[in-house]
């Protein structure tokens, strides 16, 4: 099969590199015809082009990789390669959580694929393990350490002590974090992959927005992780969602897991991302979540997937589903300055100087007293306890 | 498509229960027509039969699943099921690790599929992923907590600090051993499965036998697990496995982790598989290794595979690899009565009571030691220090 690729920087580059002189069988079957890149650098290589209707118009081209990230032009472009029934692979989550039922119903009219395994959990096959397990039953949680960044940040801050700004930036110097970070260690980037996994998972069109419930973890202090860590808990940024009887929850925030939780051994910049299906029990996988050639593997699976007709199972996302951020309930911890005695009364409520621990209050309650306190003390921190 | 199950013990009962009634689609496509048991069994239920002759002459079952178990009748069954062209998938780990590469040939000279997930990881998609990441790269590394039944009675004696023989009663009591516990307890059921993994993950024909390093936990003793415990290590049964440039090696062993690994997250008789290959890194899978409706959804997805015409990557299993247990090398520690000055001559060792910690040993000679120590004290403990 010949295929093009949009946008050639790490990711594109990553497949370009995959798919030059593979031996094996059945990756040696794929080939890149074009790559799709900015005007003032066509001259670079000979299959670079910027001329998207040349792709679109050419018929050996069956298959488009888009690389580009972000949400345009790569929607626009996805949207034309499907109406000129090429398939489309697509590593690109802020395109997928918003486009993901429109994308899937034109590729059902125009007789082509959309497959999107990198898109969550990068190197991690979490999309074809979840589409498999749906063959059988329903999933009705799924929940992750879905961000390598934020990932690799708090367990760094764990290991050194450092404050967040010093390991943030170590972490772009090293390329795990972009220049503008927001993405990651606010929850926006958790926020996309948990949209779509839960939309697979619940079978209805879940998207970011206001109705979920997002922290991140631009508030954690090494003062924070040192307290923690004196009892025995480290903190991740993770993405959770349980369905039941027809109602949804979508939250991404700091959580508190015992040192010897699985969780805990999530080091840093791995994925884990977890499901749990009736007749299965918990499943989980942990890998690199994001990277080049991981990242390019999942590109490449999707690839063979479509060359050698395997398809996935296609998840019909109709279902309605009324989000209820009351459905989880756990402890939770707010460290804050502010004098919260108003805002606490009611909750059973055990006082350590700035930290608050909170008994058995649901998600919605926890960040509704986060938001209220913010008013008051812009650097307050939430965390769920585990 | 419509089955026969062969043995309606608890795997094959656990099929049965899945596919009755299934809503879903695809799993809703599958029925079983007709249950393969004893003679004196055949009157309790309209599907049993005892005449094997009918199911292999019924041109509407396309495919056969063995929920036996054994070397015999299954391997005899499996044969005769394949050469009258039924698709055969198989919970079973001994027929398989020992006659893969036969029926693997028999089947692709018949026009059908041999598939075993549910043999190895039980409920965990292990087979799948490893076939999934080879359509692109080598794997070069594969390690598991293949066995449920010995990390549950690792695990209930580091939580309870009971000793060894009270465990396994209480494993035996709660069904989770067998009354013979010998194949989970010294390692053969781990060996099948590092085999099978190893077979596929290397593409060569590599079968149990004397040619494995291999060491059961029927000598760790409460004592030692609270010693480790002092010394923030627990204590796991893994299989291991690495290639190296057309070398191999195949160690089952009783291995000490840091409590807050990975590994040592692995409560109960849960599992854990681990690959490692160039263009991912490591990808590991947790979740239930054995238990009836787990291994029942392994079987009905490899149904499911042959339904749906999603041909597993089938591996040429003719690669010549030499085995060789230097391979791997690591620290180990031995404890033991007997007096081991002699043996221990030349290496690196620590000795504190009973307990000698060798440094940086190939497995090949640590296990030569612990045999020979053995003949002197029987009750000899070998681990590898991960």
């Known amino acids: 099969m010949k295929i093009a690729i949009l946008g050639h920087g790490t990711v594109g580059a990553g497949v370009t590199k995959l798919l030059s002189n593979p031996t094996k069988q059945p990756v040696n079957q794929l080939t890149v015809k074009s790559i799709w890149v900015r005007p003032e650098k066509v001259q670079l290589e000979a299959r670079y082009t910027d001329d998207y209707q040349q792709i679109l118009h050419d018929p050996e081209i069956e298959a488009v990789v888009e690389a580009l990230g972000g949400e345009e032009p790569a929607a626009t472009m996805i949207r034309e390669a499907l109406e000129h029934q090429k398939h489309v692979v697509t590593a690109n989550n ?200 991981p990242t390019a593997h999942a590109l490449v699976q999707d690839l063979l997937d479509i060359e050698l007709a395997h398809g996935h199972q296609q998840q019909d996302l109709s279902s309605l589903l009324q989000v209820n951020q009351n459905l989880q309930t756990s402890d939770y911890v707010l460290r804050t300055h502010a004098d919260v005695r108003q805002d606490l009364v009611g909750y059973d409520v055990e006082r350590d100087a700035d930290y608050y621990w909170i008994k058995q209050i649901s998600a919605a309650a926890a960040h509704q007293l986060a938001r209220q306190i913010k008013l008051r003390d812009q650097r307050v921190l939430l965390a769920a306890v585990a």
Request: include cysteine; charged fraction near 20%; aromatic fraction near 6%.
């Open 94 to 293: 802020v395109v997928i959580a918003l486009h993901l039922a429109e994308f899937q119903q034109l590729a059902q009219q125009q007789g082509v694929h959309l497959y999107f395994e990198s898109s969550v959990g990068g190197g991690i096959p979490w999309i074809a393990n979840l589409e498999r397990v749906l063959r059988i039953d329903t999933v009705n949680e799924v929940q992750g350490i879905w961000n390598g960044t934020s990932n690799f940040i708090l367990d760094e801050m764990t290991e050194s002590g450092a404050p967040f700004d010093v390991v943030l930036s170590e972490a772009q110097r090293l390329g795990y974090a972009e220049a503008d970070p927001s993405a990651d260690i606010d929850g926006d980037d958790i926020e996309n992959k948990l949209c779509i996994s839960a939309a697979l998972a619940y079978n209805a069109d879940l998207r970011p927005g206001p109705q979920t419930l997002k922290v991140g973890i631009r508030n954690v202090t090494a003062a924070d992780i040192h307290y923690f860590k004196q009892q025995q808990l480290l903190l991740k940024l993770m993405g959770k969602s349980v369905c039941q009887k027809g109602q949804v929850s979508l939250i991404i925030e700091p959580t508190l897991v015992p040192k010897t939780a699985a969780e805990a051994s999530v080091r840093a910049n791995q994925n884990q991302v977890r499901l749990h299906e009736a007749t299965i029990g918990d499943l989980s996988l942990v890998g690199q979540g994001a990277g080049q050639l």
